[in-house]
């Protein structure tokens, strides 16, 4: 009995494919492995070219025109009492400095990873702060110290607005 080769047919196919997608400037997935054939990339590696384009799986390619100069981070904190409508425990059942500063570890670590990414990158971290207590702004600081990247802490002073607020 003769084996027939559909495999080489399908690959054929497959390789025309993929050249008229390259053409046209489309991207397809292989969904057997998930990989990008026109790209030459596997679906798990990360897809965007840092600065010079970025691919999003439902939008597809988008070339980056005009690259990142700046990021500027801001958090808002407020250590010291509940949200207005809060009327559940927390999960951990911590206090509310505790999951403020947890955060902002978590912003310093994730930009502290990006450092080589984003070397030309300036980036700008600013918190917000509403009430906390001077010990929880001394812990900011504190973290904030020695790292590479600016920072500032501002004191939100909610009297300021309303009295704008007013006057207009």
Excluded: W
Aim: charged residues 30%; positive net charge; contains cysteine.
């Amino acid at each position: 009995m003769k084996v027939q080769n559909k495999r080489s047919n399908s690959n054929f196919f497959k390789k025309l494919f993929i050249k008229l997608c390259r053409l046209f400037d489309y991207e397809i997935i292989d969904q057997g492995d998930l990989s990008l054939p026109v790209m030459n990339k596997k679906g798990l590696k990360n897809l965007s070219n840092l600065g010079s384009e970025s691919i999003v799986l439902p939008m597809g390619r988008i070339k980056i025109k005009r690259p990142v100069k700046s990021l500027d981070i801001i958090l808002r904190t407020c250590a010291s009492v509940n949200m207005l409508s809060q009327s559940k425990k927390r999960i951990f059942k911590l206090p509310k400095k505790n999951y403020s500063l947890k955060t902002l570890k978590s912003i310093i670590n994730s930009i502290n990873n990006s450092k080589n990414k984003l070397k030309k990158v300036k980036i700008n971290l600013i918190i917000i702060d509403h009430n906390s207590e001077n010990k929880v702004i001394e812990k900011f600081k504190k973290l904030l110290k020695n790292q590479f990247f600016k920072s500032e802490i501002i004191k939100l002073d909610i009297n300021f607005y309303r009295k704008k607020n007013k006057k207009n």
